[in-house]
């Protein structure tokens, strides 16, 4: 079994990316939630950039393919596209980042690298159900449920605002999540900060 990896960062999110991108080098690049466009322009140049977000505040990258359409949406239409990295950071309920994540991994190359923000979050008014004026991480969390029962290679940062989990795509993970899917989104949907605290402190303490 391949150990989970847990990192604390003063780094903020965006220059994580950037890092990531340097690393990666990919040659297609998936990005869900666009919003102001920031994480989308950390692409290297020649990276031909996916953007999803129905509500596109942004056209202006070149070399970018734009879909106004929900991830949902865009993956019902989209059965053989690869990405050879791919950032969630869409609608930040915890099912609809379970559904991107096995929808994403379907849709991996070789190696691929697939980022999700916001899942270790700081303070109990970003991780509320419902968007505040506040930073909002919504209850992406509940993710650490399926990504800590992972075998595979997981890394958590504890990046600025809200973290980042890292992981390099594998056949298996949408097989795994699919099976438990269901399950886990009744399970845990209820859950709250106090359960959040509980899992974090037993993921930093192994």
């Not at 890092?19 to 466009?37: F, N, T």
């Not at 322009?41 to 999803?52: E, S, Y």
């Not at 697939?114 to 700081?122: F, G, K, M, R, T």
């Amino acid at each position: 079994m391949v150990a989970h990896k847990i990192e604390t960062s003063e780094t903020y999110y965006l220059g994580f990316l950037t890092e990531l991108h340097r690393q990666v080098m990919p040659k297609v690049y998936l990005e869900i939630g666009v919003h102001g466009g920031r994480s989308l322009n950390l692409c290297n140049p020649d990276t031909l950039a996916v953007a999803i977000d129905p509500h596109l505040w942004t056209a202006s990258r070149p070399n970018t393919e734009w879909h106004a359409v929900t991830s949902d949406e865009y993956f019902r239409y989209s059965e053989n596209v690869k990405f050879d990295m791919a950032f969630i950071d869409g609608l930040h309920t915890f099912d609809q980042v379970y559904r991107d994540l096995i929808n994403v991994s379907n849709h991996m190359t070789d190696g691929g690298i697939i980022a999700i923000h916001d899942i270790l979050p700081e303070e109990p008014s970003h991780a509320t159900k419902n968007i505040t004026n506040s930073i909002w991480a919504g209850d992406v969390w509940k993710l650490l449920y399926p990504l800590t029962d992972w075998s595979g290679e997981v890394r958590f940062s504890f990046v600025k605002p809200t973290g980042m989990v890292v992981l390099p795509a594998h056949k298996d993970i949408a097989r795994f999540l699919t099976n438990r899917y269901e399950d886990d989104i009744e399970r845990y949907s209820e859950a709250t900060w106090e359960d959040y605290l509980k899992i974090k402190e037993s993921l930093i303490n192994g």
